[in-house]
């Protein structure tokens, strides 16, 4: 009989400790916090949450920090801070959630997509510059799923060319460019901070900024219950009172509770994490046909919290065994896994066809003032890339013991790779998704 579990061999992952999965990590103190919140009736205020914001921003050694209601919303703050407005163009790569493009549409603004770097699936620097045209305002960079982007080299690029650089850290909370934490380094960052994401605190998102004006712009696009105490700029101060996106972006007081108190134990629950998946990839170090998405050890670079941890697939080194197979086999030995990753996002109907505004256009064109579509081949690496990742398990504790029963698990399925490639019936045609959440 097979060792494998998939042919009814035993499965190479035993516990049924779940705890090592669970996220976030709630705390007394955490229900403390939430429930005095909830007993005071603060529920809409700011007082909690401008202490978050405070705090925040002093821990990326930033002046500003502005609190949402979610990431979305805090990207689209950060857009309008950064004067994005009708018919400009913001490189973003094709690789990311939808949150890091959508929110131009409604700024009259439009996206170009870029492709990512295989190794590390952010933008790729080479592809940016070949992209840019005389409406080119600003570059989106998403440290994906925790890899910081080549921050030297787009910094490189923007400087020359005199964009703006926004970055979506939503993947990345804590990590580490060159030492320097991720978030630091453009005109404004924007962070997601739901659930799901390693900094998690509820619904929520927050931008941080040094520059006084990105950030009272931000203010007066959506939060304009604070307008009177915070807008100093004579061109905003005339219109201030009511916000001009017409959007209203406060963060619930809830999650600002929690964040207060995530901000102090963060630093610590990743730097488990961290330790727990370098740990497993350590293990595994060397085995054909996977690699680990991290960077070089002595790079200064770090993953943050591991957000959604991906592994990358070498098939040519299983003799072409497809990587749904890959997956399939892992999944019967107890790893939660599967192949893929966000969808390219130039190739939706969204990016390519549809008119959301009724403008006889599609928005993306309209906006553009030129037809700026990517067709089918244009981004060659994000378009192949759901067959070159997969899912890891994402640790949030150190216990090797456990640890070691899944790297196992991988060890097992491509030692015996080649029973696999039997029943293999390939990819299909269509795989990842729009949105990574996964359960297992
Ligand atoms: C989650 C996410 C967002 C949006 O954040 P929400 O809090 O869900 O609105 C933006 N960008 C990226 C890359 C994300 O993963």
């Not at 943050?304 to 890959?326: K, N, P, Q």
Request: aromatic share 10%; glycine share 10%.
């Amino acid at each position: 009989m097979s060792e494998l579990a998939i042919f009814g061999g035993e499965k190479a992952v035993k516990t049924e400790d779940e705890e090592i999965f669970k996220w976030p990590i709630v705390t007394r103190e955490i229900e403390e916090k939430v429930l005095k919140v909830l007993r005071e009736g603060k529920m809409s205020g700011t007082d909690v949450t401008e202490e978050f914001e405070k705090e925040f921003a002093n821990r990326h050694g930033m002046k500003y920090g502005l609190a949402c209601n979610n990431g979305t919303a805090a990207i689209h703050c950060a857009l309008f801070g950064l004067k994005i407005g009708k018919g400009d163009e913001v490189i973003c790569p094709s690789i990311t959630y939808w949150a890091s493009a959508l929110p131009l549409y409604s700024l009259g603004a439009s996206v170009v997509f870029a492709d990512i770097d295989p190794q590390t699936l952010c933008i790729d620097p080479k592809d940016i510059e070949r992209r840019i045209t005389d409406r080119t305002k600003a570059i989106m960079v998403v440290h994906y799923c925790g890899y910081p982007a080549d921050m030297d080299s787009i910094l490189r690029i923007a400087s020359k060319h005199n964009l703006k650089v926004i970055e979506d850290c939503s993947h990345a909370h804590g990590g580490l460019y060159k030492g320097r934490l991720v978030g630091t380094f453009g005109d404004v960052s924007a962070f997601s901070l739901m659930s799901g994401k390693s900094f998690a605190i509820g619904e929520g998102g927050i931008l941080i900024t040094n520059d006084r004006e990105i950030y009272e712009r931000a203010i007066i696009f959506g939060h304009y219950e604070r307008h009177s105490k915070e807008i100093t700029i004579d061109y905003l101060k005339r219109g201030a009172g009511l916000p001009w996106g017409g959007y209203k972006y406060r963060m619930h007081q809830l999650s600002s509770a929690v964040g207060l108190v995530q901000i102090k134990k963060y630093k610590k629950e990743m730097e488990e994490i961290d330790r727990a998946m370098n740990y497993f990839w350590d293990l595994l170090e060397g085995l054909p046909g996977i690699r680990a998405h991290r960077p070089a050890k002595n790079s200064g670079c770090t993953m943050g919290g591991w957000y959604s941890a991906l592994g990358l697939y070498v098939s040519e080194e299983l003799e072409g065994l497809s990587i749904t197979r890959f997956c399939e086999a892992l999944r019967a030995e107890g790893v939660p896994t599967i192949p893929g990753c966000n969808r390219a996002l130039h190739l939706h109907p969204l990016f390519n066809e549809i008119d959301v505004y009724n403008d006889g256009k599609p928005t993306r064109i309209r906006n553009a003032k030129a037809d700026i579509r990517q067709p089918k081949g244009s981004l060659p690496v994000s378009e192949g890339i759901q067959e070159k990742v997969f899912r890891i398990p994402w640790f949030k504790r150190f216990k090797p013991e456990i640890i070691k029963q899944y790297a196992f698990a991988f060890e097992k399925v491509v030692k015996n790779y080649k029973e696999l490639l039997k029943e293999d019936k390939g990819n299909p045609e269509d795989f990842g998704s729009w949105g990574l959440s996964f359960r297992t």
